[in-house]
């Protein structure tokens, strides 16, 4: 896993399986993906072909994993794993490829950390179900053509931005995931509650809800954390009070801002007078990788409007300051 912050253990994938939608019906929010989707899938099963191949952009815990096996199960259809860094040469991808059934559907979580060779193997096999092994090395070597089952492949980013154009052309749906509404999280929270037999009132969930960062995953985390402080330290019901007790005890604070969060906020401002600063500078001064920063951390604090990516870097916004409760220097640049 490359994302530290986002880093699962085996009890939450556990839960995590256990409380994800199975339908699309049942999957909460992002509408118009849902409804584009429904579109593309009903339409393909109707003239009994594969679907296009679909791209699902957007940051850690949306539900990028949860739409693929939905796509699957929509179409009746085996779901097969596998990730951009988990494939390093384009053989691996050539041995996924060509063990696919007729109608399967491949899932490729990170795609944009596919390699090269693999990439450009992706690229013909999405287009013409073929592909050319190369067999032997140097001016010996030849390719040969080898054909794949018709598959649709479901690819998953967290950074659309860094996939190649000759790839994402090649994806005939594309849907952006964006953070959740918070009406939405509470909907989630809700559903995840009577999965795990919780009980949890109207305001106590509206209260989890509006701290999990836009985000389905955080949702269910919070949630399992403040039942354990509801069984262990009151009579086991999630109330308001309870949850607010509980999340501050789990330093999340009413924005829904985690340590990392305010980490970055707090290093912005007093190590650096609230920007710019570069990102790799600014990752450094809280020691996590620059990416983690930016994909974990920033879209939230920007969406938020707490922070501000500029051309020169970095900046805290006034906002920032005033929720921090750090008092703005005179000279600070906003
Ligand atoms: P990553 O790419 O980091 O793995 P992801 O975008 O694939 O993240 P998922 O693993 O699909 O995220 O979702 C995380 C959890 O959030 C799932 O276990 C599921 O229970 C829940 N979840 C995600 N989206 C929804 C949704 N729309 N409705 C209900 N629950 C959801």
Redesign the pocket.
């Known amino acids: 896993r490359l994302?530290s912050a986002?880093a699962e253990g085996a009890e939450e994938q556990v839960i995590?399986?256990a409380?994800?939608?199975k339908k699309l019906d049942?999957?909460?929010?992002?509408e118009r993906v849902r409804e584009q989707l429904s579109l593309v899938l009903r339409g393909a099963l109707r003239r009994g072909r594969t679907p296009d191949h679909v791209l699902l952009s957007?940051?850690?815990?949306?539900?990028?994993?949860?739409?693929?096996m939905i796509i699957a199960a929509e179409l009746g259809q085996p779901l097969r794993i596998s990730s951009g860094p988990a494939i390093e040469r384009a053989g691996d991808l050539a041995a996924v490829l060509s063990t696919l059934a007729e109608g399967e559907v491949l899932f490729l979580?990170e795609i944009h950390r596919l390699a090269r060779p693999a990439e450009e193997m992706l690229y013909m096999a999405m287009e013409d179900f073929r592909v050319d092994v190369v067999v032997g090395k140097g001016p010996g070597a030849t390719a040969i053509p080898l054909d794949i089952a018709p598959f649709t492949l479901v690819g998953?980013t967290?950074r659309a931005g860094m996939l190649p154009g000759p790839l994402r052309d090649r994806f005939g749906f594309v849907a952006h995931?964006d953070f959740?509404e918070p009406a939405?999280l509470e909907v989630?929270v809700r559903?995840?509650a009577r999965l795990l037999d919780v009980e949890i009132t109207d305001d106590g969930a509206a209260e989890v809800a509006g701290r999990s960062r836009g985000t389905?995953?955080i949702?269910?985390r919070l949630l399992r954390r403040v039942r354990d402080y509801a069984e262990v330290r009151a009579d086991g019901v999630i109330t308001q009070e309870l949850a607010r007790a509980a999340l501050r005890l789990y330093e999340v604070d009413e924005r829904g801002l985690d340590r990392l969060d305010r980490a970055v906020l707090e290093s912005l401002m007093r190590k650096f007078g609230g920007g710019p600063v570069g990102l790799s500078t600014l990752a450094v001064s809280v020691g996590e990788e620059p990416e983690t920063v930016e994909v974990v951390a920033e879209p939230f604090l920007v969406r938020q409007g707490l922070l501000a990516r500029t051309p020169r870097g970095r900046i805290a916004t006034p906002a920032a300051w005033a929720h921090l409760g750090i008092a703005q220097p005179a000279a600070s640049p906003m």
């Open positions: 994302v986002d995590e399986a409380l994800r939608p049942d999957f909460v929010g992002q957007g940051g850690p815990g949306l539900g990028k994993t949860t739409l693929a979580d998953a967290t995931m959740y939405e989630i559903r995840s389905p995953r949702a269910n």
